[in-house]
C-alpha cells in the first residue's frame, strides 16, 4: 500500500517533508505525485519533480492521500480538477484515510462527494 502526497504549484512542502521523513522511518511507501507528473514549484520557492502522476496510482494500493495545504487559490483554481476531486471522492467512499492540509477558504465551494 502506498501513501500518496498530492502536490501542486504553491504547495506547502515543509508539512509534507516532516510527515513523509516519519512515514519512511516507519516503513511506510510514501511518493509524491501531481496531477499530470509534471514538476512543480513549491510555495517556499522550490522546484519539486513528483515520483509520477495521479492517475498513475492503482486506486486499491493507496493507503492515505495527503494534500497539503500552501496557497489554497492555487489548489481551487489549478490543482482540484474535477478528476481530481472525483478521485478524491471514491477514495473517501472507500475508506481510504484522506488528510487535507488547511485547505479552507478559497476551498470552500468545492465539494468531494
Known sequence: MKDIFFVYDQC?????M???????CAGGDAVLLSADGAAI??????R????GALGDAAEGDIRCMVVPGGFT?????????????ALLGRLRRQGTVLSLIHISEPTRHLRIS
Open 73 to 85: 487559490a492555487a489548489f481551487a483554481h489549478r490543482a482540484a480538477t474535477p478528476e481530481v476531486l
Open 18 to 24: 516532516v510527515l513523509r521523513y516519519f512515514m519512511r
Open 48 to 51: 519539486v519533480t513528483p515520483d
Open 12 to 16: 506547502c512542502l515543509y508539512e509534507l
Open 41 to 46: 514549484t513549491s510555495a517556499e520557492g522550490i
